[in-house]
């Protein structure tokens, strides 16, 4: 691919940097690759002869698939490499193994780390294009892309628009992604959720942080439902599922109050009937599967553009 004017990234690490032209020069690629993404079994030879490693310290279903078929449609060759099934677990450090991978021709490694911050030290280190696929509670880029491309191909452009980021805004490199590129494209960004789900300086977000999802119910263009990370919490921050689902879920019921023609989004993996009702996440407002589809097109053109500027 031949390299846009307005691209000089090598590396994908966040999208806090990311300009308006930027973000919009990623949707016009993706928008030339959507034909590739939805399995029509065509593909493209734009990275031909390239070497991809998916490096992967934290489990993934949509992210891992989705960057292994990005690379395959743009006729990349994919390497999967997992924390547990590499020398990773025998202590190697991060650096080492990425030199090491260097060493047999790679071109470009995505990686998914707990630690935020892994994927630009990488960058520091080596050659190869860096691409973020989530580290820690810090960035997931394309996952933010592909959820903006998403609301881009419905209404056509983000200015104005108010979206709210729903549930556990503290745990989520999801919904710190978003935040940023949604407000260098002119929307209006509301984060919900209970304060003790919120980052300790929500303040310094530009964002207009609220705790009573019913209240702005029937304002929002757009909601997108987050996952409440269990995973990376300690202590017992709700009083019971049932209870949060109450409160922050997207009920049939919160649905009736809602714009008619209001996008809902979830980055998965859901966890039916707590922050999303199964009829709402099926339901005809749902764009969850579409975001999915786009997600490979968001993806090559992501490493097709950081691919051009080597
Ligand atoms: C998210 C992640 O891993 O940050 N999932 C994803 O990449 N689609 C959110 C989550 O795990 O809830």
Not at 26 to 31: G, L, N
Not at 200 to 229: G, W, Y
Not at 251 to 266: G, L, P
């Amino acid at each position: 691919m031949k390299k846009p004017k307005i691209w000089n990234n090598k590396h994908l690490l966040g999208l806090k940097k990311l300009s308006a032209d930027e973000l919009t020069c990623i949707f016009d690629t993706a928008e030339n690759y959507v034909k590739y993404a939805g399995g029509t079994g065509q593909k493209t030879d734009d990275l031909k002869g390239k070497l991809v490693v998916n490096l992967f310290f934290e489990d993934s279903t949509r992210t891992r698939s989705s960057f292994a078929i990005a690379a395959s449609r743009l006729g990349a060759d994919v390497i999967e490499l997992t924390a547990k099934a590499s020398s990773l677990s025998k202590g190697e450090t991060l650096r080492d193994t990425a030199r090491n991978l260097e060493a047999m021709g790679i071109d470009m490694v995505v990686i998914r780390h707990s630690a935020g911050g892994a994927p630009y030290l990488l960058s520091q280190n080596i050659e190869a294009s860096i691409l973020n696929a989530g580290d820690g509670y810090h960035e997931h880029p394309t996952q933010a892309l592909l959820d903006i491309f998403t609301i881009r191909q419905l209404r056509g452009s983000l200015e104005g628009l108010k979206v709210a980021i729903v549930g556990d805004i503290a745990h989520s490199r999801v919904a710190r992604s978003n935040i940023w590129a949604l407000n260098t494209l002119g929307a209006k960004v509301f984060v919900v959720g209970p304060p003790t789900l919120m980052p300790s300086a929500v303040n310094k977000l530009p964002v207009t942080v609220c705790h009573d999802f019913d209240s702005i119910i029937s304002e929002m263009d757009v909601f997108n439902m987050l996952r409440v990370q269990s995973e990376r919490i300690k202590s017992q921050v709700f009083p019971s599922t049932r209870e949060y689902s109450r409160i922050f879920g997207l009920t049939n019921n919160r649905m009736k109050r809602a714009k008619k023609d209001v996008i809902v989004m979830h980055p998965g993996p859901i966890n039916r009937g707590v922050e999303i009702d199964s009829d709402v996440a099926d339901g005809p407002n749902s764009t969850i599967l579409k975001q999915v589809t786009n997600g490979v097109a968001i993806r090559m053109a992501v490493m097709a553009l950081c691919d051009s500027v080597k």
